[in-house]
């Protein structure tokens, strides 16, 4: 069902020129981070003390860190990592968000007043507070950095999704769909979600 709202969100978002141009972008720099090993001039195993602090050249067009090794294919490699986890955050943030979201608004009542009240204490604490005790807690990694800046980063897409369902839940093709049979899941997937997205 989620593929199938996607399905349908997504011609809408594609005739939008700044959604275009950012995933040009994005995927540019992804690709680029894929391609490493065959795009980067030297190995991040290259290092030359003689080149110590090298200044940019035609053979290092960014010169060279303290070990010697090649600042431009030090950042194409360090981009792998950031991605992943920039990827992997923004996922994990709006699929928890969205869907907190989007029951909190459709369910309503008790069940929405709960949520927002725990979103509301969630918020008084400082992500970089959050995510620093979540580094100590766990360890260094990337899937510790993914979860401690996922803990807070659901939030805002939540109450924003919230908001929307709101809205979307009470106009005339929900209710249309709703005296059809259409119920729960359905409602929320293929009925509201695709205009909360657009």
């Given at each position: ?11 809408r978002l594609i005739k939008k020129k ?40 035609s053979a290092h067009p960014l010169g ?12 194409i490699y360090g981009a792998r990592t ?117």
């Open positions: 069902m989620f593929f199938r709202t996607l399905r349908l969100a997504l011609p700044v959604v275009l141009l950012s995933a040009l972008l994005v995927g540019s720099f992804a690709l680029i981070a894929i391609l490493a090993p065959w795009l980067v001039p030297y190995s991040l195993t290259d290092a030359d003390l003689s080149l110590r602090l090298a200044p940019p050249s060279c860190d303290l070990n010697g090794l090649d600042v431009l294919s030090s950042i950031s991605l992943f986890i920039g990827f992997m955050t923004v996922i994990l943030s709006l699929t928890i968000g969205v869907t907190i979201g989007l029951l909190s608004g459709f369910v309503g009542g008790l069940f929405d007043n709960i949520i927002m009240r725990v979103i509301d204490m969630l918020m008084a604490f400082p992500a970089l507070l959050v995510a620093m005790l979540m580094a100590t807690t766990l360890g260094q990694s990337a899937t510790t950095i993914i979860f401690a800046i996922s803990a807070t980063g659901w939030i805002s897409a939540a109450r924003l999704v919230r908001g929307e369902v709101l809205k979307y839940r009470e106009m005339t093709y929900v209710t249309a769909a709703r005296a059809l049979g259409a119920k729960g899941a359905r409602l929320m997937w293929v009925h509201i979600f695709p205009s909360t997205v657009t």
